[in-house]
């Protein structure tokens, strides 16, 4: 009975060994869609939300842009995308509503979302 068992699962293995190898040394072909791999004319991702801006000469996120300018007119420094207030745990979108409110001097700027959770805080949505 144990040599059975045991003939069952060698030929198991042989089985997945003949199913599994080939792709194991399978070569992409053209077909193949390569994550990353849809760059445009200019090098930009548009599958990572980048666009090529004129103006900048350079592949930006327009939206980040937007946050950028809304950020830079609360007083924070040009690579800010999040606000917080130094007397809550929560931080915002500097386009949000809620981000404008903050009284200027107890404005907290992020420059991304792990930097803020870093510091205790949470992101709300507007």
């Known amino acids: 009975m144990k040599t059975i068992i045991i003939l069952i699962i060698i030929i198991a293995l042989i089985f997945i060994a003949i ?37 900048k000469q ?18 924070c420094p040009s690579n800010t995308l999040f606000v917080g207030s130094k007397n809550s745990d929560k931080y915002y979108n500097c386009d949000c509503g809620w981000a404008k409110t903050i009284n200027p001097e107890n404005i907290v700027c992020f420059s991304s979302d792990d930097k803020a959770v870093s510091q205790g805080r949470v992101k709300s949505e507007c």
């Open 58 to 75: 350079e592949c930006v996120r327009e939206w980040e842009e937007t946050l950028k300018t809304a950020c830079t007119q609360l007083n």
């Open 19 to 55: 199913f599994t190898i080939p792709y194991l040394y399978k070569t992409p072909s053209e077909n193949d869609s390569i994550i990353g791999g849809d760059k445009d004319e200019h090098g930009c991702i548009a599958s990572a939300g980048y666009t090529w801006n004129k103006t």
